[in-house]
Nanobody, 115 residues
């Protein structure tokens, strides 16, 4: 059984910062791509950023220069540093981990950017 748990969401003012964490636990040998997705009300879930097993990263154009994804393999943890947050970043943020051919999702953490 693999568990994916996000934390770090909250309410922040425009221009502020938050750091999301995603802890992976359970029985597995290794994992491949890890990523952050988000879903705003009435919209489809979209990729925010991802990092592959070779540490190469990919991110949406809307967050380039503001968000940084990183992973700590020793701690089985994924991070998303979010700076200069904007109201349009408001969404539920989900962590995704690919292990073999299976996708695992966390329960999501709410990020609200509002003054």
């Amino acid at each position: 059984q693999v568990h994916v748990v996000e934390s770090g969401g909250g309410l922040v003012q425009p221009g502020g910062s938050l750091r999301l964490s995603c802890a992976l636990s359970g029985w597995f040998f290794s994992y491949n791509t890890m990523g952050w997705y988000r879903q705003a009300p009435g919209k489809q879930r979209e990729l925010v950023a991802s990092v592959a097993s070779d540490s190469s990263t990919n991110s949406a154009d809307s967050v380039k220069g503001r968000f940084t994804i990183s992973r700590d393999n020793a701690k089985n943890t994924l991070y998303l540093q979010m700076n200069n947050l904007k109201p349009e970043d408001t969404a539920v943020y989900y962590c995704n981990v690919v292990i073999g051919t299976l996708n695992y999702w966390g329960q999501g953490t709410q990020v609200t950017v509002s003054s």
